[in-house]
């Protein structure tokens, strides 16, 4: 069974530090990894998709690592801002040949704080 | 931008009664799901949907609850007597087809409380 973990459970940060939040998984074998961020009781807002063929994906001021084979991703969030102020999920699918369904297993989260 | 729609934004209901939770996945996508998330817990995954039929459900999904795709456009989750337990945010997402490599976008979620 996949489990997926994040660190670190909660994060503080001053505005403008570069900041890393890691993520884990148990079950190599995914197709690929999708990091979200959730404001405070709304909805999943995807920020990047990263295939399992690929090492690093970037959008604006994140940046997305895998390492498949060692069951870890990164979240690189450059020059934070308060803005940014939110929780991260991380969430991997498994290669599954039969069936249409390929159902996303999350993380725990980070809760990020960025402080003016 | 085209979006996941879900409605309603947040429900009280009585247990044992039946609720209906509706969404309207992005057009052309062809993989439909729905998921919910307890008060401080994890994203948990309930059931999939792919031509026209549940392709995979979790332990969570059991007899009481029940998915449909009634018009080709929105996609409801029924839970059929609620418990307190099943009070959560549930979240509709949807997918394009062909590829597995894709992106899923999830909606706002529907807040249920179950009183």
């Known amino acids: 069974k996949q489990e997926v973990t994040q660190i670190p459970a909660a994060l503080s940060v001053p505005e403008g530090e570069n900041l890393v939040l890691n993520c884990s998984f148990t079950?190599?074998?995914?197709?690929?990894l999708q990091w979200f961020r959730q404001d405070p009781g709304k909805g999943l807002t995807s920020l990047l998709l990263?295939?399992?063929?690929?090492r690093e994906q970037t959008s604006g001021r994140l940046n997305a690592s895998l390492d498949k084979s060692s069951g870890r991703s990164t979240l690189y969030i450059a020059a934070s801002q308060p803005g940014d102020s939110a929780t991260y999920l991380c969430?991997?699918?498994?290669?599954?040949?039969?069936?249409?369904?390929?159902?996303?297993?999350f993380g725990t989260g980070t809760q990020l704080k960025v402080e003016l | 931008e085209p979006e996941v729609t879900q409605t309603p934004s947040h429900q009280v209901t009585q247990m044992g009664q039946e609720v209906i939770l509706r969404c309207v996945p992005i057009?052309?996508?062809?993989?439909f799901y729905w998921y919910r998330q307890i008060l401080g817990q994890k994203v948990e995954f309930l059931v999939s949907?792919?031509?026209?039929?549940?392709?995979?459900k979790s332990e969570i999904f059991d007899d009481q609850f029940s998915v449909e795709r009634p018009d080709g456009s929105n996609f409801t989750l029924k839970i059929r007597s609620t418990k307190l337990e099943d009070s959560a945010m549930y979240f509709c997402?949807?997918?394009?087809?062909?590829?597995?490599?894709?992106?899923?976008?999830f909606g706002q979620g529907t807040r249920l409380t179950v009183v």
């Open positions: 969430a991997v699918r498994l290669l599954i040949l039969t069936g249409g369904g390929n159902k996303l297993t």
């Open positions: 949907f792919y031509n026209n039929e549940i392709s995979e």
């Open positions: 997402a949807s997918r394009p087809g062909g590829v597995l490599n894709t992106e899923a976008f």
């Open positions: 079950d190599s074998a995914i197709y690929n």
């Open positions: 990263i295939q399992s063929s690929q």
């Open positions: 057009s052309n996508h062809l993989y």
